[in-house]
């Protein structure tokens, strides 16, 4: 059977009963993902061009380079993407809830190709493109999803910082670990990583960090995902 249509067969399946006004292939699920990861970009509106790489080391591992992104929000950026790898790869540009639940599909079809604005498989030795609008702040990821390729490196973090600067958010010091480099912060919904209010222990981007921070004390930071870890970056 075509791989296509099975898949195709497999999303319906997942997606049950199709209702007016409700979710299905191509309607209102897809633009909803859309506006979270942003959207296809126009050529005439590029406003920068990012190159990346794809290739295996000599140790085994598979990467990207670079291997984490910075963009603006309101951005529209044209990546040239190169395969300088043996093997074939690819560039996925998604939500980490997305790629994963795309990886764990491909484990099960792994023939089966991304035919999607968002994504492009290239043989050794390939170029190609993808020309994405980052309509809105938050934490994407680009990944090989072909099975063993993410497990061996090859993912990195794409942050979207929002317009009009960084937004802090405000909370409480509960508990500092120097030995493990983290600290526990009761914090106010973190907008950015879609976290509703609690209590999480967050990793720091640097060390001296911590010695900025007191049990007990207000604080505003800005957290987001450093290769796939809540991490504080900024702080006030």
Wanted: proline residues 3%; negative net charge; charged residues 25%.
């Amino acid at each position: 059977m075509n791989t296509k249509i099975l898949y195709a067969a497999f999303l319906i399946a997942l997606s049950g009963p199709v209702f007016a006004g409700g979710s299905h292939t191509g309607g209102h699920s897809n633009m909803m993902k859309e506006m979270m990861i942003g959207m296809p970009g126009d050529a005439s509106m590029v406003t920068r061009t990012i190159e990346v790489t794809m290739k295996e080391t000599d140790d085994g591992d598979m990467i990207f380079e670079p291997s984490n992104l910075n963009i603006n929000q309101g951005e529209t950026i044209r990546f040239t993407i190169k395969n300088a790898g043996e093997l074939e790869h690819e560039f996925v540009l998604d939500t980490i809830k997305e790629n994963a639940t795309h990886k764990a599909l491909m484990a099960k079809f792994p023939e089966m190709e991304h035919d999607d604005p968002n994504a492009v498989r290239l043989a050794a030795g390939e170029e190609g493109e993808i020309i994405w609008s980052f309509t809105n702040a938050g934490s994407l990821e680009f990944a090989c999803l072909i099975p063993g390729h993410y497990g061996a490196g090859m993912h990195g973090d794409l942050i979207v910082e929002a317009v009009g600067g960084v937004e802090y958010t405000k909370g409480t010091v509960k508990k500092i670990n120097t030995k493990s480099g983290k600290v526990t912060i009761i914090h106010e919904e973190l907008a950015n990583l879609g976290m509703p209010a609690m209590t999480m222990v967050f990793r720091v981007a640097k060390a001296d960090m911590l010695e900025k921070m007191k049990a007990g004390e207000e604080i505003q930071f800005v957290a987001d995902r450093v290769k796939g870890k809540l991490t504080v970056i900024q702080i006030r």
